[in-house]
């Protein structure tokens, strides 16, 4: 965590440009790896940018019903997932807006997002997508104490509840620290499919109305708005895996090195990803909330070690 400004000042624009430009990368990087697990050529790594681009030139229609909030949503998520990534730290230098308190910022940002994305759903007036809004409040209800109780056992691990102090914690090299940090990992590995709608959570795939969660209540977005909706998903998508891998990467004396170790725990999380998808099947809507309470329960037991 230590560099002259000139590197800091490095860091901090690579940090954003990686984030602004790498986030539609990382579901590329899961379909191609579920494509070729299956034996199929799938779509290109790129799609994403491909599908941004063609959004991006598209006219987006609305239903006479709505209102302004109908766009606040997807602007909303985006934004919000923005400054969130300024919160969390990408490699080992620390993130470009830290304090302390920055760990329960970052949660509650992530909330004002879902809120939002919600009154936008709500906003319709379609019975479909007030289900699916149903279920991602009630299944955010489960994963947020979850993000939270692993957050308070870091920060009894590091002493500091700054999320740069608590992801770069030499700490949690001691053997004390091992098994609840382990824990916390599978925590927020639930949390993390959870909360960016992957398998076995839900299937971004799927159009089944008994089984859809966070697509249902984007399906009266298009044109930009829909282009917003999915680059949104794809920066939650590497935000939540920048903490998860915050922890998990050997630190070292060079920056750069650090970087390097970044991009590929990135890219092996994102295969990770694919291989579980690949392997797994959805769970059914009954059982997701004690999967979800699983996660919490992990959180929760990582915490009371650390106390004792």
């Known amino acids: 965590m230590i560099g002259t400004p000139g590197v800091r000042i490095l860091h901090v624009l690579l940090q954003v440009v990686s984030t602004l430009a790498l986030s539609p990368l990382v579901p590329g990087l899961i379909n ?95 019975s479909f997508e007030g289900m699916g809004s149903a279920r991602e409040a009630t299944f955010s209800a489960l994963a947020e104490p979850a993000l939270f109780l692993g957050f308070a056992a870091l920060a009894k691990a590091s002493g500091s509840v700054s999320l740069s102090d608590m992801l770069a914690s030499p700490g949690f090299g001691l053997s004390r620290a091992m098994a609840p940090f382990i824990l ?7 949390v993390f499919l959870a909360e960016n709608a992957r398998l076995p959570v839900d299937d971004p795939n799927t159009h089944l109305e008994l089984t859809m969660i966070h697509e249902a209540m984007v399906l ?22 920048a903490l998860i891998l915050g ?15 970044y991009f590929l725990g990135l890219a092996l999380l994102a295969a990770g990803v694919g291989v579980v998808e690949s392997v797994t099947s959805r769970l059914r809507m009954t059982r997701v909330p004690q999967f979800l309470v699983a996660s919490v329960l992990a959180s929760a037991f990582a915490f009371l070690i650390l106390l004792v």
């Open 247 to 261: 922890p998990l990467l050997p630190r070292t004396r060079h920056p750069w090195l650090d970087w390097g170790a």
């Open 220 to 241: 009266d977005h298009s044109g930009r708005p829909l282009a917003l909706v999915l680059y949104g998903a794809s920066l939650k998508l590497q935000v939540l895996g």
């Open 184 to 190: 916390v990992l599978v925590s927020w590995a639930i």
């Open 32 to 126: 191609k790896v579920k494509a070729v697990l299956a034996g199929r050529t799938g779509p290109p790594v790129l799609q994403l940018y491909y599908d941004l681009a063609k959004l991006s030139r598209k006219r987006a229609l609305f239903s006479r019903t709505t209102t302004p909030i109908f766009l606040a949503g997807p602007v909303a998520a985006v934004a919000a997932v923005l400054t969130a990534a300024l919160l969390v730290p990408f490699g080992h230098f620390p993130a470009p807006v830290h304090f302390q308190g920055d760990a329960v910022l970052f949660v509650y940002l992530f909330g004002l997002a879902r809120f939002l994305t919600i009154l936008a759903a709500l906003d319709t007036g379609s």
